[in-house]
């Protein structure tokens, strides 16, 4: 069983920039996916961001395409979400998702937003203000 945790949300104005980390636990295999979502008030959770390192594969939503970037350190078990030029409709709470095993990475990651993730974060919120 995964156990994920977020870190690194915080207040930001418009243009900053935020890196937000979330580090796993409890790997049994090699490969793994991961991804991070967020969810405004009001509105659906949506993907913002997924990386899958054995197959090659990296996602990320058009709202954010050229502002944010996911990467992984394998010895750290981390996935980072680093976030630039930060607009106030990047404010929500986000989630880090992850998965393991190369048949469900490959099968479900590049799915993405609608993949079965079954392991989660508890979320950390991140507000950019005008």
């Known amino acids: 069983r995964l156990q994920l945790h977020e870190s690194g949300g915080g207040s930001v104005e418009v243009g900053g920039s935020l890196t937000l980390s979330c580090e796993v636990s409890?790997?049994?295999?090699?490969?793994?996916?991961s991804a991070w979502f967020r969810q405004a008030p009001g509105k659906l959770r949506e993907v913002v961001a997924g990386?899958?390192?054995?197959?090659?594969?990296?996602y990320y939503a058009d709202s954010v395409k050229g502002r944010f970037t996911i990467s992984q350190d394998d010895a750290k078990s981390t996935v980072y979400l680093q976030m630039n030029s930060l607009k106030p409709e990047d404010t929500a709470m986000y989630y880090c998702?992850?998965?393991?095993?190369?048949?469900?990475?490959?099968?479900?990651?590049?799915?993405?937003?609608?993949?079965?993730?079954?392991?989660w974060g508890q979320g950390t919120q991140v507000t950019v203000s005008s």
């Open positions: 998702a992850a998965d393991e095993g190369k048949y469900w990475c490959d099968t479900y990651a590049p799915k993405w937003n609608d993949a079965p993730w079954n392991y």
């Open positions: 409890g790997y049994r295999y090699d490969a793994n996916c």
């Open positions: 990386i899958y390192t054995g197959g090659g594969a990296t």
